[in-house]
């Protein structure tokens, strides 16, 4: 044999062995997929409760405040396509127009719109703003204090958004912390790896190569535990899509052409993934001013619906006299018992003041008794699915406190 054809039989092995992981991992995506659609033949569908359940994503930019050519149609579409029931909007400011007052706001194609603002304070701190308002273009000449103080007079809810970058943890007015951003999460992307990936995968299971990079958020949730527990207050934990739909990889020609392309998170796929689920009382209206108050209250949950719809967990505290939701205070007596309820049969691993205190597995309904007060939050996982998706949260819970 040729010099020359053994240089390319060799470069044809090492190519063909390079692939094999590639081809591994969409493997792995098939089965994921198949155990998916198995668990959500086992949906208990039926679970009581006092509540009506809207679902929805948080904190969404479109081509208004730069790094996003996204339009409003693209979003509108993906909200119908998701059959959510709200999508709250975080533009940008702007130094010349309101991005607040030009954004969706209100409901169009059947979904409420939320027209917030994400601003960047002088303390270099980024708050979600809801609503926003022209006062969002200003922010950078106020500390995160003074401007957090500021919208909370106006009735702004409030959140603490890149929690690992924050640092005015003591100041006062915010509501809540973003403790899962999919935009941070999806940094972890090796543009390599990534791209042989789409080459072996995109096209059969796009959604599904999330589960490839998905991550428990475990420094932003200590980051939330911990202020919950030194500010002796009530914090709401929210789930960012943190959609700009630019997120992906491209290859072009000179003259600006794609040849190749993987766009990680359209909206439409990017609403899919994660999302807020909130619990209203059955005899409220989804409107802006309910579904902000609820969000307030911690009356919601985070869902990683890509692996099964979690509509219907809950979580719920009773002592003997008055049975409390999360985001809710209860006082402590000899009967407290904490009570999650879920659509799948799960691991709940119930957190005591940010520590894992017990967990429980193979029911849709566990309860837990509590002799101590503190702050009480579960998380719940799906052991059926495989790795890596089994061993990552499927629900993430607002908190109970028992006082």
Same mark, same amino acid.
């Given at each position: 044999?040729?010099?020359?054809?053994?240089?390319?039989?060799?470069?044809?092995?090492?190519?063909?062995?390079?692939?094999?992981?590639?081809?591994?991992?969409?493997?792995?995506?098939?089965?994921?997929?198949?155990?998916?659609?198995?668990?959500?033949?086992?949906?208990?569908?039926?679970?009581?409760? *006092?509540?009506?359940?809207?679902?929805?994503?948080?904190?969404?930019?479109?081509?208004? =405040?730069?790094? +996003?050519?996204?339009?409003?149609?693209?979003?509108?579409?993906?909200?119908?396509? *998701?059959?959510?029931?709200?999508?709250?909007?975080?533009?940008?400011?702007?130094?010349?127009?309101?991005?607040?007052?030009?954004?969706?706001?209100?409901?169009?194609? =059947?979904?409420?719109?939320? *027209?917030?603002?994400?601003?960047?304070?002088?303390?270099?701190?980024?708050?979600?703003?809801? %609503?926003?308002?022209?006062?969002?273009?200003?922010?950078?000449?106020?500390?995160?204090?003074?401007?957090?103080?500021?919208?909370?007079?106006?009735?702004?809810?409030?959140?603490?958004?890149?929690?690992?970058?924050?640092?005015?943890?003591?100041?006062?007015?915010?509501?809540?912390?973003?403790?899962?951003?999919?935009?941070?999460?999806?940094?972890?992307?090796?543009?390599?790896?990534?791209?042989?990936?789409?080459?072996?995968?995109?096209?059969?299971?796009?959604?599904?190569?999330?589960?490839?990079?998905?991550?428990?958020?475990? #420094?932003?949730?200590?980051?939330? $535990?911990?202020?919950?527990?030194?500010?002796?207050?009530?914090?709401?934990?929210?789930?960012?899509?943190?959609?700009?739909?630019?997120?992906?990889?491209?290859?072009?020609?000179?003259?600006?052409?794609?040849?190749?392309?993987?766009?990680?998170? %359209?909206?439409?796929?990017?609403?899919?993934?994660?999302?807020?689920?909130? #619990?209203?009382?059955?005899?409220?209206?989804?409107?802006?001013?309910?579904?902000?108050?609820?969000?307030?209250?911690?009356?919601?949950?985070?869902?990683? $619906?890509?692996?099964?719809?979690?509509?219907?967990?809950?979580?719920?505290?009773?002592?003997?006299?008055?049975?409390?939701?999360?985001? $809710?205070?209860?006082?402590?007596?000899?009967?407290?018992?904490?009570?999650?309820?879920?659509?799948?049969?799960?691991?709940?691993?119930?957190?005591?003041?940010?520590?894992?205190?017990?967990?429980? +597995?193979?029911?849709?309904?566990?309860?837990?008794?509590?002799?101590?007060?503190?702050?009480?939050?579960?998380?719940?996982?799906?052991?059926?699915?495989?790795?890596?998706?089994?061993? #990552?949260?499927?629900?993430?819970?607002?908190?109970?406190?028992?006082?």
């Amino acid at each position: 044999m040729k010099r020359w054809k053994k240089i390319v039989l060799v470069l044809l092995v090492l190519v063909f062995i390079s692939q094999l992981p590639f081809a591994y991992r969409r493997y792995k995506l098939r089965r994921l997929r198949a155990a998916i659609e198995q668990l959500e033949s086992q949906r208990v569908t039926d679970i009581a409760g *006092n509540f009506v359940e809207y679902l929805g994503v948080i904190h969404v930019h479109s081509f208004l =405040g730069g790094h +996003s050519t996204g339009t409003f149609e693209e979003i509108i579409a993906g909200a119908q396509a *998701n059959n959510l029931s709200f999508v709250v909007m975080t533009e940008h400011p702007a130094r010349n127009f309101d991005t607040a007052a030009m954004t969706l706001k209100g409901i169009h194609g =059947g979904v409420l719109f939320v *027209n917030g603002n994400e601003v960047v304070t002088a303390s270099q701190d980024r708050l979600l703003v809801l %609503p926003g308002d022209e006062a969002a273009a200003g922010a950078g000449n106020f500390s995160t204090d003074e401007f957090a103080s500021q919208q909370k007079q106006k009735g702004a809810l409030e959140l603490v958004a890149y929690p690992q970058e924050f640092k005015s943890w003591t100041a006062n007015g915010y509501d809540g912390v973003e403790i899962y951003n999919l935009f941070t999460n999806s940094r972890r992307i090796n543009p390599v790896v990534m791209f042989f990936d789409g080459l072996w995968s995109y096209r059969k299971y796009p959604d599904l190569l999330f589960a490839n990079f998905y991550q428990r958020p475990s #420094q932003n949730l200590k980051l939330w $535990d911990e202020a919950l527990a030194a500010g002796g207050r009530r914090l709401v934990a929210t789930a960012g899509n943190d959609a700009h739909a630019n997120v992906g990889l491209a290859l072009e020609d000179s003259a600006g052409k794609r040849l190749f392309g993987i766009k990680l998170d %359209p909206y439409e796929r990017s609403f899919r993934l994660v999302r807020m689920h909130v #619990q209203l009382p059955k005899e409220m209206e989804l409107t802006t001013e309910s579904l902000l108050a609820a969000l307030r209250d911690g009356h919601c949950f985070i869902a990683f $619906d890509l692996f099964g719809d979690a509509t219907g967990f809950r979580f719920s505290a009773d002592n003997g006299s008055e049975k409390k939701n999360q985001g $809710d205070e209860i006082t402590l007596s000899g009967s407290t018992r904490l009570a999650v309820h879920t659509p799948l049969s799960s691991r709940v691993v119930l957190f005591k003041n940010g520590n894992a205190l017990e967990e429980q +597995s193979g029911a849709v309904t566990i309860e837990f008794p509590v002799s101590e007060k503190g702050i009480y939050r579960v998380e719940v996982y799906l052991p059926q699915l495989p790795s890596p998706a089994g061993a #990552q949260p499927w629900i993430i819970s607002n908190p109970i406190y028992v006082r």
